[in-house]
């Protein structure tokens, strides 16, 4: 199996790229815990979408609050040698706050960052998906969570160019970078097989995979 030797594999890239509907397949494949993110259960997100400068201190420090929980967590289960596919990296959690803060905020965010932050597991795998904004645009319209309404085409832009700079210079664990525009892994199986293939066929700790389709 093309997993067998990954205990803990990451699915990340922007919003609407497909990170999580990823992570869930890979985990039904493989008969892995997963470990997702919870956006909906933020309060203060929709409220961020609507007013960034308000809410964006109040959004970074409940996912922080969250994910670190997660983590410990998952430290925990690592003990047992379970295997875990989760749709966010923890150490991207400055690349959002960076995003969003102003230069004081980001600042106090750092200093709890530092102080609070568990020592995360290295991923064994990460997989970034990237997609053209024009998809991420249609992607998030297309699945109209309510929290997401006034997310900005301007802001998913950002976003994306964010990732992009984060995972040039990724070097923690090995990285399968993904186009995703013309790639459906959970609705179509030869997708996924292709997937599964690129994974088996690794030989590098940084590597690209696309599809090109007319």
Do not use: C, W
Not at 139 to 166: H, M, P, T, W
């Amino acid at each position: 199996m093309p997993l067998e030797k990954y205990r803990y594999i990451v699915v990340e890239g922007p919003i609407g790229v497909g990170k999580t509907s990823l992570t869930q397949r890979l985990a039904d494949y493989a008969g892995a815990a997963t470990m997702l993110e919870k956006p909906q259960d933020n309060p203060f997100l929709a409220r961020f979408y609507e007013d960034a400068a308000r809410y964006a201190l109040p959004t970074q420090l409940f996912f922080l609050f969250q994910r670190i929980n997660e983590v410990r967590d998952l430290a925990q289960m690592d003990l047992f040698g379970s295997r875990t596919i989760a749709d966010y990296l923890f150490d991207k959690n400055t690349l959002f706050a960076q995003l969003t803060l102003s230069d004081d905020e980001f600042k106090l965010y750092q200093s709890i960052y530092k102080s609070l932050a568990p020592q995360a597991p290295t991923p064994d795998l990460v997989i970034y998906l990237q997609a053209s904004t024009t998809t991420l645009i249609e992607r998030v319209q297309r699945r109209g969570f309510r929290y997401e309404r006034n997310i900005s085409d301007e802001y998913l832009v950002k976003l994306a160019k964010s990732y992009g700079e984060f995972f040039h210079h990724y070097e923690d664990a090995p990285l399968l970078i993904v186009n995703s525009d013309n790639l459906n892994f959970v609705d179509n199986e030869e997708d996924f097989d292709l997937l599964m293939d690129r994974i088996q066929n690794m030989r590098s700790s940084r590597e690209f995979f696309s599809l090109g389709r007319s």
